[in-house]
């Protein structure tokens, strides 16, 4: 594990929790309600992989999957422009693409073997969100087994990659506010609770006062379980 790398979330509470920052070689699943902040998270770690190592980041490019239309390109600029970055070209630094169904979703990560072979410099993937179209395409009980295959191995696709050219994956999973209600009824949430079949670091995001959210860290192998608060404010994550 000596060669695994972080990269910042902007919130030192949230990086402690994480063992220093969002890790390559890795998915990363940030699961939680509506509002949760996501989104947010995955906007910022956009904009800080691109950091030099020094301030947290992999001097890396980003590649967004938005698979719900809520990739702001304003958001991005007030998070690089509070950094003391060009926010036209961290702008450029994240290629975003739509993911209009499954199939879809599913084409862009077996095609992203190849553009990220011939650029070692794309250090982050994000999927946000995940399950949104499985679970939008694939209602119902009599499709869970199909439903559950194809993302399985969409998801180790996407393990594969970080694996392969040593960059972070974050996906992104909306669950109920309260999952424990829920859990065992696999209609209601695509992975159920979360995404448990595959290997990776699981952090559920949930809503506090004001601006104020609260990460929990679940049954990660190599890190302690635990409970932090960071902030989203107008310049982006924070403590
Ligand atoms: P779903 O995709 O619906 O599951 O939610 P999510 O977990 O992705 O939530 P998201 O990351 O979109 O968080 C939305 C919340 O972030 C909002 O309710 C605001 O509280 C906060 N937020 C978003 N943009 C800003 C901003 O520019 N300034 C501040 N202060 N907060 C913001
Ligand atoms: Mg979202």
Same mark, same amino acid.
Request: net charge positive; proline share 3%.
């Given at each position: 594990?000596?060669?695994?790398?972080? $990269?910042?979330? =902007?919130?030192?509470?949230?990086? !402690?929790?994480?063992?220093?920052? $969002?890790?390559?070689? %890795?998915? %990363?699943?940030?699961?939680?309600?509506? !509002?949760?902040?996501?989104?947010?998270?995955?906007?910022?770690?956009?904009?800080?992989?691109?950091?030099?190592?020094?301030? !947290?980041?992999?001097?890396?490019?980003?590649?967004?999957?938005?698979?719900?239309?809520?990739?702001?390109?304003?958001? $991005?600029?007030? /998070?690089?422009?509070?950094? =003391?970055?060009?926010?036209?070209?961290?702008?450029?630094?994240? /290629?975003?693409?739509?993911?209009?169904? %499954?199939?879809?979703?599913?084409?862009? &990560?077996?095609?992203?073997?190849?553009?990220?072979?011939?650029?070692? %410099?794309?250090?982050?993937?994000? &999927?946000?969100? $995940?399950?949104?179209?499985?679970?939008?395409?694939?209602?119902?009980?009599?499709?869970?087994?199909?439903?559950?295959q194809k993302l399985n191995r969409h998801l180790h696709q @996407?393990?594969?990659?970080?694996?392969?050219?040593?960059?972070? &994956?974050? &996906?992104?999973?909306?669950?109920?506010?309260?999952?424990?209600?829920?859990?065992?009824?696999?209609?209601?949430?695509?992975?159920?609770?979360?995404?448990?079949?595959?290997?990776?670091?699981?952090?559920?995001?949930?809503?506090?006062?004001?601006?104020?959210?609260?990460?929990?860290?679940?049954?990660?192998?190599? @890190?302690?379980?635990?409970?932090?608060?960071?902030?989203?404010?107008?310049?982006?994550?924070?403590?």
């Amino acid at each position: 594990r000596a060669s695994v790398k972080k $990269i910042t979330t =902007g919130s030192q509470a949230l990086d !402690g929790l994480l063992g220093g920052g $969002i890790e390559t070689r %890795t998915m %990363t699943e940030l699961f939680g309600e509506f !509002g949760s902040g996501k989104t947010q998270i995955c906007h910022q770690v956009s904009v800080n992989v691109q950091l030099p190592s020094e301030k !947290g980041g992999l001097s890396g490019k980003a590649l967004y999957i938005d698979t719900e239309g809520t990739f702001r390109t304003e958001r $991005i600029k007030a /998070m690089a422009s509070a950094l =003391g970055l060009d926010p036209k070209e961290v702008l450029q630094n994240i /290629m975003s693409i739509r993911a209009i169904n %499954t199939d879809h979703q599913i084409a862009i &990560v077996e095609e992203l073997q190849d553009i990220i072979s011939k650029d070692n %410099t794309i250090k982050l993937v994000v &999927v946000d969100s $995940i399950t949104s179209h499985f679970r939008a395409e694939y209602s119902g009980r009599e499709n869970l087994a199909v439903r559950q295959q194809k993302l399985n191995r969409h998801l180790h696709q @996407l393990v594969r990659l970080a694996e392969i050219y040593d960059l972070a &994956v974050i &996906v992104t999973n909306q669950v109920m506010a309260r999952p424990d209600m829920f859990y065992g009824d696999p209609t209601v949430a695509v992975g159920g609770h979360t995404l448990y079949h595959v290997p990776g670091i699981r952090v559920q995001i949930k809503k506090s006062r004001g601006n104020r959210r609260i990460a929990r860290m679940v049954d990660a192998p190599h @890190l302690p379980e635990g409970e932090v608060v960071f902030s989203i404010t107008n310049t982006g994550i924070r403590d």
